[in-house]
């Protein structure tokens, strides 16, 4: 069975950065797309980025163009999100996800990250 870990979450002071780390376990991890979620408090959960399995196309929402960063090694079963210049609007749980055609896919339990001064 899939697994997932994120890690790297935790407090940081508006325009700062973060980069949270994903680990896949169980799997073909390089067969998979990886994307990146979030879920704000009281809100429903979004898609953030995405990166197919080569890890030479990727996209990321409108909210965090620019800012944001989605990368992977597959060597490593391990994909990143580099997130520069932090919001107080980006404070939320960040989930690592694994979706492929026709095939099980995977979610992290998730990380929290607060932006607060």
């Known amino acids: 069975q899939g697994q997932l870990v994120e890690s790297g979450g935790g407090l940081v002071q508006p325009g700062g950065s973060l980069r949270l780390s994903c680990a896949g376990s169980?799997?073909?991890?390089?067969?998979?797309?990886m994307n990146w979620y979030r879920q704000p408090p009281g809100k429903e959960r979004e898609l953030v980025a995405s990166i197919n399995g080569f890890g030479d196309r990727h996209s990321n929402a409108d909210s965090v163009k620019g800012r944001f960063a989605i990368s992977r090694i597959n060597a490593e079963n391990a994909v990143y999100l580099q997130r520069n210049t932090l919001k107080p609007k980006d404070k939320a749980v960040y989930y690592c996800h694994a979706g492929r055609r026709s095939s099980p896919q995977f979610w992290g339990q998730g990380t929290q990250v607060n932006v607060s001064s």
């Open positions: 169980g799997f073909i991890f390089s067969a998979y797309q």
